[in-house]
């Protein structure tokens, strides 16, 4: 274990004791690739991530991910979001309860980024007075869902690079984290346009943490003791409201009236310095399988048969070319800002376990969190699901873990969805990924046996007969850069 990872861990069960109760687990599947009957490969997996929802909400911060924390009311979604980023940040947590960004119908655009200043416009001048959340190091938006669709368009821009504009004035502070927080679906409710969804990183839910009243009571005791500074606010928002005051100097008019407050956060152990965090993380490699598994994942979920790959305006082709493959389950693509997180996630969760590789396993457990809330779910798929049990029920419960981490219902058709997958690629695509790959280099061709051999010829000469479409286009580009050796 590095310094930084033990700082993170540190950190990470310093804020899950004491600040946010996270019972949350993350279990790593064991997963097994066969290459033959005889020679089960790559049996991975095994492991628990302690305290899940808070650990990716902590990593997305360092990430400047997009982050999407769903729940009941009073689960302490905004809480959690607001104390990572008064830790992580150094500022206290009441200018994120200040700057805090709120979801409702008739919000404007001018409540969440920007407006003009009154004052300036009798003397025929204009100037943009930024509101104060977009210069801070996180945005938090409470209760997301209760924004119109043509409302959250508003932010789609901002979300994805930074940048937010008003009428001719434009900003960028650069890409921070950014959490929403939703309330599960009732009648105030919005759906959160595809877009948007796509833009979020994850998603967590929040809930029931077991028996833990007098736990959560003294988590806010010591919220409101130690982390809320009502008067180092006071000093910045003073600033913020002087009339010659600019937003690119809201961050250091707050580290300059917050060196106390962080000199509090160091005698709490709460002040950990993680640079180089990402860099470790992304530094951790892929195993040759795991890549080529979460190639299979995308090739799956964008394929619809002889349509070629889906488009949202068309039906689902579901017949004996396509019904066994994880496509089926859901009528939208997956994109690659999906596989961006899912990798970078799959990375983490390695790293976090101290293992050498991400393996299969790795992106199985992580799939689920970043998929739930992108998929559109098949009606077809969300019966089948609920004739299994649901989530919860008897064939979706793990023996191991207790109520309170049993999934909502998105995330389990995702982790049901994963699951073909992982099915479709260790009892089938591998060993003939493996042939198509031999075939594509002579010196491994040439170690095959006879039968491997003509077995590898067919399927890459008859690559456009190939059901799977990972392999489908793996044999073509086989086939294709072969010929060209030949020529």
Known sequence: MSVIQQRFTNLRDKLSNEYIIDRSELHVPTITCVKNRRKPLNRSGGGVLRAWNLTMLM????????????????????????????????????????SQLQGFPEQTKEELIARLDYGRLETGREKVIWQMGVG??????????????????????????????????????????????????????????????DRFAFSVEQGYQGIASDEIREAESRIRNNLVDPATTSKIIHAVNQSDFRIEELKSVATANSKEYKSRLDSLELNADLSGLVDEILGVRFSVEARVFLDCMEAEGNYNGWKGFKRSNEALVVNTHTQDLAGVCFTNGISPRAIDAIRRYSQSVAYLLNEEN?????????????????????????????????????????????????????LFLATKMVEICTGNFSTQVYARCSLINAYGDPTSRALLSESQRARATKLVEKAAEIDHPFLKIFAATVKRDNDEREK
């Open 136 to 197: 801070l190091w996180a945005v938090i938006l409470d209760e997301f869902n209760r924004l119109p669709e043509g409302k959250q368009a508003v932010l789609l821009n901002w979300m994805q690079t930074g940048r937010v504009s008003y009428l001719n004035a434009s900003y960028s502070g650069g890409k921070v984290p950014f959490y929403a927080t939703t309330n599960h679906p009732d009648g105030a409710n919005n759906i959160i346009i595809p877009a948007m969804c």
């Open 59 to 98: 990593l997305g911060y360092e990430f400047n991910d997009n982050m999407l924390i769903v729940g009941e009311p009073g689960s302490g979604k905004t809480t959690t979001a607001k104390v990572i980023s008064a830790v992580r940040s150094g500022i206290p947590l009441d200018m994120y309860a200040a």
């Open 358 to 410: 991400v393996t299969i396993s790795h992106v199985a457990a992580v799939a689920p969190y970043v998929l739930a809330h992108r998929l559109q779910w098949s009606d077809t798929f969300r019966r089948e699901r609920e004739a299994d049990g649901g989530p919860g029920g008897d064939s979706a419960r793990d023996p191991n873990t207790v109520c309170y981490n049993n999934p909502r219902e998105d």
